[in-house]
């Protein structure tokens, strides 16, 4: 009998490993808020509220319990609410729509960009009707979306622009931090994303005090004194103790988000003479690579391949909004929007995260690049 050397598989996404790396700071920071026993908001959650808007170059930080209340909140302080529609992109994960459904409006699917996954400004303008009341792209992967156009048309147009940051933290547009493009910005910390809680979270920055003022009482049952609604408001609060882990994860960051674009570019260097199609980095945008995501139209043996190799992936995302059963009633059919549908059948996310080592990276790269060879 033969035996075969199999290498240590490689997950998709390593989180014991980053959280033993944190573990002696999350100890410390966690012990402190046991110790004040701020455990709705607090003085952890407004130091990170802080120190995040700084991040983000951003005014006001709000902090949520999650980023789908975030974006929630977002479109009640766009005044959408029944009957209106709201433009965005059928290509990513279901909550950017939740936050336009919650508030009893339409969401409104334009087609992505073929190279970058993001919604297509050129197709913008002609979705828009009298009913439209805000334009909510999303900086997917952490790429992000062309801000100039989309702001033009806004603009010419007199609608807020809403971007879904969920996936792209610290990303940049011409050199510029993103956050402060459009009148707010809605960021998760679910524990997968660029920036994770240990448990749900979720931010919206703003350079705008009264939405930031009107964000925090929706925030809090609508109260800005205890007990007295000024409207009907949400228990939406982030734990204290979501921000004292927030506080200790945020200073690594920028090294964090460096170490996700140099193995983007390994894998560039060592994919590149494959058949696959590889992430694009458009002339304007720096990514934080949230996710690095290949496609070819063989995609599902592929992945059979990785997997069968040890190499975790995954796919983000396998069928796209305007084709979800919820959605059924927005009377969207297949063939609407041909981009979407054929990322949602060519696509593969491999590893991408700080802990993944070198001889991981090449690892990786060797498993797929074996897939064209046999
Ligand atoms: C993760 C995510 C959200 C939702 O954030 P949660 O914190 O999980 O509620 C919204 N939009 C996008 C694009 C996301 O990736």
Redesign the pocket.
């Known amino acids: 009998m033969k035996i075969y050397f199999m290498p240590d598989p490689i997950p998709y996404f390593d989180l014991p490993a980053q959280i033993r790396a944190l573990r002696p700071e999350l100890d410390v920071a966690l012990a402190r808020t046991l110790d004040n026993c701020s455990f709705c908001l607090g003085q952890d959650v407004v130091q990170f509220e802080k120190d995040f808007a700084a991040f983000c170059g951003a005014g006001h930080c709000v902090c949520f319990n999650?980023?789908?209340?975030?974006?929630h909140v977002a479109m009640l302080l766009m005044g959408v609410g029944p009957g209106d529609e709201v433009i965005t992109t059928p290509y990513?994960?279901?909550?950017?729509s939740?936050?336009i459904s919650y508030a009893g409006a339409k969401p409104v699917y334009v087609d992505i960009d073929d190279a970058t996954f993001n919604l297509n400004p050129d197709l913008l303008e002609r979705a828009i009707t009298p009913r439209t009341k805000a334009v909510l792209p999303?900086?997917?992967y952490g790429q992000p979306f062309d801000l100039e156009p989309v702001l033009e048309i806004c603009g010419k147009h007199r609608l807020p622009l809403v971007e879904?940051a969920?996936?792209a933290h610290g990303a940049k547009y011409r050199g510029r931090t993103i956050g402060t493009f459009g009148a707010v910005s809605?960021f998760?910390?679910?524990p997968?994303?660029n920036l994770g809680a240990c448990g749900?979270?979720?931010a919206l920055v703003t350079n705008d005090a009264a939405l930031a003022a009107r964000a925090r009482s929706l925030r809090e049952h609508g109260s800005t004194v205890r007990y007295y609604h000024d409207e009907v408001g949400y228990n939406y609060r982030m734990e204290g103790f979501q921000g004292a882990v927030l506080g200790v994860k945020l200073k690594h960051l920028d090294s964090w988000t460096r170490r996700r674009q140099t193995i983007a570019q390994t894998y560039h260097q060592l994919l590149t003479d494959t058949p696959l199609q590889l992430p694009r980095e458009a002339g304007f945008a720096e990514s934080v690579y949230?996710l690095y995501v290949v496609r070819h139209p063989r995609r599902d043996e592929l992945k059979k391949h990785l997997e069968s190799n040890g190499v975790g992936c995954a796919l983000h995302y396998p069928l796209p909004l305007h084709l979800q059963k919820c959605y059924k009633g927005l009377g969207y059919r297949p063939g609407d929007f041909p981009l979407a549908e054929k990322a949602a059948r060519e696509c593969l996310s491999l590893p991408v995260y700080p802990e993944l080592t070198d001889a991981q990276v090449y690892r990786v790269a060797e498993v797929v690049a074996g897939f064209f060879k046999s």
Do not use: I, P, R
């Not at 999650?66 to 974006?71: I, R």
């Open positions: 999650s980023g789908t209340s975030a974006l990513t994960f279901v909550a950017t939740w936050a999303v900086h997917l879904d969920a996936q809605c998760s910390f679910y997968g994303k749900e979270g979720g949230h």
